[in-house]
């Protein structure tokens, strides 16, 4: 199956990306603003704070998202980038 870059969202392209890349997945780890910036060009704005972490057959983590009813516009659509 080939998938269509274009039809990915970012937050899809970088977990593409680092499933296929190991040199990439090891910056992401490290420093995943840059990491972003450098494979993607896209600049995370200082106010989005971006945690990656990797799991394993033995270790996995739940993400609980945002209460909808607790969101507030964020200004300048800065959430927009990984969805």
């Given at each position: 199956?080939?998938?269509?870059?274009?039809?990915?969202?970012?937050?899809?392209?970088?977990?593409?990306?680092a499933w296929e890349d190991a040199e990439f997945k090891a910056k992401l780890l490290a420093d995943p603003k840059g990491a972003v910036k450098e494979a993607f060009?896209?600049?995370?704005?200082?106010a989005i704070e971006v945690a990656v972490v990797e799991e394993s057959a033995n270790k996995y983590y739940l993400v609980i998202p945002q209460n909808p009813a607790?969101?507030?516009?964020?200004?300048?659509?800065?959430?927009?980038?990984?969805?």
């Open positions: 199956m080939i998938i269509v870059a274009e039809s990915l969202s970012l937050k899809e392209q970088v977990i593409q990306k060009g896209v600049d995370v704005p200082d607790d969101v507030t516009k964020v200004s300048n659509d800065e959430a927009a980038y990984w969805q």
